[in-house]
């Protein structure tokens, strides 16, 4: 389905112009002159123009040069019922794509719009190769992912939807894109939602899309996450953090294969493989009545956990050297090598961020060192805490007792998102479902000297 914009003085000719597009599944904004067309290129984007080039006032070659001038890439086909050879070089030196005569026929429309549509498709396929290329490579060498990645080829080819699940950092996104690359939607786009990064009032627009005027702000019709991946993979992130309303939203979604703009008055088909993924766990927020147990079974299909970084100790090492020649290629740095004794280091320390953490120490290393990264600059290059985040996630002795251990766990639980909220009590007490005051109450009962935290954190 394309957006088109069609431009003509007359009345008639918009009128079945817009008819055929329509009855093709297009959909079509029409009007009568260019100084409007341009006003609607601004606003919203479509897919293709056609515009008449003989216009009262601002013609359509005119028109060209004005969304030329404006910075809009918009492919644009002309036409006229006083074609010539000057006309069309000038249109086609402008940026016009085609020049079609009068009287038009509707096949030709039609294969044209077709046509268009392919050579957007390989335009975008291009970028997003080129910009794919090394980017999402999953480096591994352990048989921790190796098991992660049989998985994603068993489950990648077919419909099923998949939860993944794992802590902040681990690489989620990455293994969704996976599963898109491998499907057979490959060719289709690969979108994504944080649903927690996202206002409540604005996730719905987000997901579903709104019409021009459907609430304060919304100068133009905006596509939402669904329609924009048709035919391709939409990835939910954080999906334990959607409000309920919308959750219910989003089941009915999942089960109707239709969405309804914010402000629209009619159902949108849309083919889209939806892929979730969570830190936290659906099974508690279900029991608590936080999370939909219906939406639970329409997303919990086929769940895949994808381990810590300090389980998969194994790929420490090519990770760093991948982040390292990719920190250095980014910057035109000359690539350092990192020692035995300064991956020794790296795998010492706990990873509460994973990946993403490491991936931030190795560019602090190549800041640090002079010449081979060795523990010295390993070491520097840790966060202040690392040794009492170490010791904090550290198992319990086989001696302890069951309640010794049970504090010890909230002790490392309350440790950890402290550390990942960067010591602030709010949000690690929303993290962990507590008031705060309560928060502070078991830090006290449990030993944890905030203020010692938050003097190393500073150093």
Known sequence: MAHLLIVDDDANTLASLARAFRLAGHEATVCDNAARALELAKSQPFDLMMSDVV????????????????????PAVMISGQANIEMAVRATRLGAIDFLEKPLSTDKLLLTVDNVLKLKRLEEENRELRHRVGKHEIIHAGEAMRRVMA???????????????GETGTGKELIARALHDRSQRSAGPFVTLNCAAVPGELIESELFGHERGSFTGAAARHLGKFEQAHRGTLFLDEIGDMPLVMQAKLLRVLEE?????VGGDRAIPVDVRVIVATHRNLDELVAKGAFRQDLYHRVYVYPLTLPP??????DIRPLAEHFARQVAEINGWKVKPLTTEAIAELARYRWPGNV??????????????????????????????????????????????????VDGFERDQILGELKRHGQRMTDTAKALG????????????LGIDLRELRRVGQE
């Open 55 to 74: 216009m009262p006032g601002k013609d359509g070659l005119a028109l060209l040069e004005d969304l030329r001038a404006a910075g809009i890439a918009l």
């Open 151 to 165: 998985q994603v080829d068993r489950v990648a080819a077919s419909e099923t939807r998949v939860c993944i699940l």
């Open 257 to 261: 294969r239709q969405v309804e703009r």
């Open 309 to 314: 970084l300090r389980e998969r100790t194994e």
């Open 356 to 405: 993403r953490e490491l991936r931030n120490v190795v560019e602090r290393l190549l800041l640090l060192a002079d010449g081979p990264v060795d523990a010295a600059a390993a070491r520097l290059a840790l966060p202040a805490t690392a040794d009492l985040a170490s010791a904090a996630l550290s198992p319990p002795s086989s001696g302890h007792t069951l309640a010794q251990r």
């Open 434 to 445: 507590l008031e705060r005051s309560h928060l502070y109450k078991k830090c006290q009962a």
